[in-house]
């Protein structure tokens, strides 16, 4: 069995009047992330992770923010064509474990919800998806409510049939 694990990192800054999108799930706000496409930085650095994991360079690579087509685009699509880069080379997801990190909104009642889409999306179980926030105790950049940042660890299995088999 052949396993990986891969680490994603995604930033954006908050704007007055845009909508927020995290994890798939559209959240109340006064403000939202300024971005080519919906600005979904859980998507975003989910979807780097999931590359990471499988060599397959990074999300700027595959959906680059100079294209037109990405245009406003919503970044689950991104996430389902990522899931299936890492099918075509064999790859299933095994896990993925998420920290938002924010200021405000507080994100407590939209963790359940980002957990049932994002599980949905990466064709898992909810108990393999994980989805934490915190603040940054009003240091830097996130904690003067400039921006959002999330971190994103995963792993993936390739060829763990046989060996299920054999067990
Ligand atoms: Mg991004």
């Given at each position: 069995m052949d396993f990986r694990v891969g680490f994603g990192y995604d930033s954006h800054r908050l704007a007055d009047g845009l909508p927020l999108r995290l994890g798939g799930i559209d959240i109340p706000s006064d403000r939202g992330c300024v971005a080519?496409?919906?600005?979904d930085a859980v998507i975003h650095a989910l979807c780097d992770a999931l590359l990471g994991a499988a060599a397959l360079e990074d999300i700027g690579t595959h959906?680059?923010?100079?294209?037109?087509?990405?245009?406003?685009?919503?970044s689950t699509l991104l996430l389902q064509k990522t899931v299936a880069l890492l099918q075509k080379d064999h790859w299933k997801v095994n896990n993925a474990d998420i920290t938002i990190i924010m200021e405000k909104p507080k994100l407590a009642d939209y963790k359940p919800l980002m957990r049932t889409r994002l599980a949905e999306l990466l064709q898992?179980?909810?108990?393999a998806v994980c989805v934490k926030a915190k603040t940054n105790e009003k240091m830097g950049f996130v904690g003067a409510g400039e921006g959002v940042a999330v971190t994103v660890a995963v792993s993936i299995v390739k060829g763990c049939r046989q060996a299920l088999v054999f067990l």
């Open positions: 080519h496409s919906d600005g959906f680059p923010d100079t294209d037109p087509a990405y245009k406003g685009i919503d898992l179980g909810e108990d």
